[in-house]
C-alpha cells in the first residue's frame, strides 16, 4: 500500500513567518494529496488539497506544490498567526476505493 | 462543523467488551470511511463503505466490523476489546469514492475510546 512520510514532526515559528510542512509518498498510481488542520479534541479538517495534473495551488495564505517526479508535495502557510497552531496531516489517496494515508503529524506553534 | 456526526463523543469501556460507534454522514454523502487515531500509530484507515456496500478494507483488525445502512448511517462495531484498542476513532464522508470534488472525505468530531 500507500507509505506517506511528513517532516518535520514539530515546527515552531514566530507570528508573521513562513512555515514549510513536506511529505513524500511512495505509490506512483496517487493522484489526490489533501491537507488537514486538526484542532485539539476536533476532527481533521480540510485545508486544501491538490490533484496530481496540477504543479501548485494556492488559497490566500496557503499554498500546496506537487512534484510527481520526486513524489513530494509541500505545504506552505505565509505571514502565520497564532490560530494556525495545530496540528497539520498529508494524505495520499490509495489505489482502491478512496481511502487516504496519512502522514504522520507535524505540530505547528506560531509564537505571538 | 462538517456536517458528520458521531456518537458517543466519549466511550470508556473494560477489557473484552464490545461497543458500537454510530456516524451519520453529510448530507448527500454516499460514502462512510472509518479511521483510527492513535498516539503510536497516528490516523489508520479501517474501512469503506459506499451506499450501503463494502468498497474498500485497510488495516481493520477481525474484531471490529462496520456496516452501512439504507439511510446511509454507520456503525463500527468493536467486539473483545484490549487496551490498545484505546484511540480515537473518526468517520468520515464523501460524496462518492470518485474522483474530482466528489473525493473529497469531511471528517466528524470523532468518538474518543478508553479501554480500562
Known amino acids: 500500500g500507500e507509505n506517506v512520510e511528513q517532516h518535520p514532526s514539530t515546527l515552531s515559528v514566530q507570528e508573521g513567518d513562513s512555515a514549510v510542512i513536506k511529505c513524500t509518498y511512495s505509490?506512483?498510481?496517487?493522484?489526490?494529496f489533501p491537507w488537514y488542520k486538526q484542532e485539539l479534541g476536533k476532527g481533521p479538517q480540510l485545508i486544501i488539497d491538490?490533484?496530481?495534473?496540477?504543479g501548485e495551488k494556492k488559497d490566500q495564505r496557503i499554498a500546496v506544490t506537487l512534484n510527481k517526479t520526486a513524489k513530494h508535495f509541500s505545504l506552505h502557510i505565509t505571514e502565520t498567526q497564532p490560530e494556525d497552531s495545530a496540528v497539520y496531516f498529508c494524505?495520499?489517496?490509495?489505489?482502491?476505493?478512496?481511502?487516504?494515508?496519512f502522514g504522520t503529524g507535524t505540530s505547528l506553534t506560531v509564537i505571538p | 462543523d462538517s456536517g458528520v456526526t458521531q456518537t458517543p463523543k466519549h466511550l470508556i469501556t473494560a477489557t473484552g467488551q464490545r461497543v458500537t460507534l454510530r456516524c451519520s454522514p453529510r448530507?448527500?454523502?454516499?460514502?462512510v470511511y472509518w479511521y483510527q487515531q492513535s498516539l503510536d500509530q497516528g490516523l489508520q484507515f479501517l474501512i469503506q463503505?459506499?451506499?450501503?456496500?463494502?468498497?474498500a478494507k485497510g488495516n481493520i483488525l477481525e474484531r471490529f466490523s462496520a456496516q452501512q445502512f439504507p439511510d446511509l448511517h454507520s456503525e463500527l462495531n468493536l467486539s473483545s476489546l484490549e487496551l490498545g484498542d484505546s484511540a480515537l476513532y473518526f468517520c468520515?464522508?464523501?460524496?462518492?469514492?470518485?474522483?474530482?470534488?466528489?473525493?473529497?472525505?469531511?471528517f466528524g468530531p470523532g468518538t474518543r475510546l478508553l479501554v480500562l
Open positions: 468520515a464522508s464523501s460524496v462518492a469514492p470518485g474522483s474530482g470534488a466528489q473525493e473529497t472525505q469531511y
Open positions: 505509490d506512483s498510481a496517487s493522484n489526490y
Open positions: 491538490i490533484r496530481s495534473n496540477v
Open positions: 494524505a495520499a489517496r490509495g489505489r482502491l476505493g478512496n481511502q487516504f494515508y
Open positions: 448530507s448527500g454523502d454516499l460514502s
Open positions: 463503505y459506499y451506499n450501503g456496500e463494502e468498497r
